[in-house]
T-cell receptor, first 110, second 112 residues
Framework: EDQVTQSPEALRLQEGESSSLNCSYT??????LFWYRQDPGKGPEFLFT???AGEEKEKERLKATLTKKESFLHITAPKPEDSATYLC???????????FGKGTRLSVIA | NAGVTQTPKFQVLKTGQSMTLQCAQD?????MYWYRQDPGMGLRLIYY???????DKGEVPNGYNVSRLNKREFSLRLESAAPSQTSVYFC???????????FGSGTRLTVV
């Protein structure tokens, strides 16, 4: 069974305090690993897609990395506007729907 | 603006009432999805439609029905609402796999 586990469930950081979110997964063939950001009262918004172990992608203060069993979302010098829930999802091969983790709720305090 | 549009944004139902949640996308995507999101449970797939004319059950289909009306529209129906169906419902569509899914802004449903 395809599974995604995110940790921690919640993370509270001071502004400028760098940290990482974890997404571990088991999937029968990986089509892609996706990171989304979700603000309160809104739908998830796409951040990154990673396809193979060793791949890295960056956007502003965020960097996503991928190994064969997990992905990390590194947040460097976060700002209060980075506060959100970050969701990880894996896409099995073929047309099988994405499987989502439960998310990490990030709070950045000024 | 291109994207996924969900209606209504908020709804309160009494137990036993029925309603249909509407979803439309204007990106010419083939696949569409309905998820529900509950605190501590994450996004759970209710039904999906891989292409026009097909629908399949997801993880939590009981109590729901869907209709893929055409390529643009995918509706979710609750025939007899129950308090356990109180949730936030998201519709999504998939086009280029590079971007995964595009989500709507959600429908917050309360069943009393």
């Amino acid at each position: 069974e395809d599974q995604v586990t995110q940790s921690p469930e919640a993370l509270r950081l001071q502004e400028g305090e760098s940290s990482s979110l974890n997404c571990s997964y088991t999937v029968s063939g990986l089509r892609g690993l996706f990171w989304y950001r979700q603000d309160p009262g809104k739908g998830p918004e796409f951040l990154f897609t990673l396809y193979s172990a060793g791949e890295e992608k960056e956007k502003e203060r965020l960097k996503a990395t991928l190994t064969k069993k997990e992905s990390f979302l590194h947040i460097t010098a976060p700002k209060p506007e980075d506060s959100a829930t970050y969701l990880c999802a894996v896409g099995p091969t073929g047309n099988t729907p994405l499987v989502f983790g439960k998310g990490t709720r990030l709070s950045v305090i000024a | 603006n291109a994207g996924v549009t969900q209606t209504p944004k908020f709804q309160v139902l009494k137990t036993g009432q029925s309603m249909t949640l509407q979803c439309a996308q204007d990106m010419n995507h083939n696949s569409m999805y309905w998820y529900r999101q509950d605190p501590g449970m994450g996004l759970r797939l209710i039904y999906y439609s891989a292409s026009e004319g097909t629908t399949d059950k997801g993880e939590v289909p009981n109590g729901y029905n869907v209709s893929r009306l055409n390529k643009r529209e995918f509706s979710l129906r609750l025939e007899s609402a129950a308090p356990s169906q109180t949730s936030v419902y998201f519709c999504a569509s998939r086009g280029n796999s590079e971007y995964g899914y595009t989500f709507g802004s959600g429908t917050r449903l309360t069943v009393v």
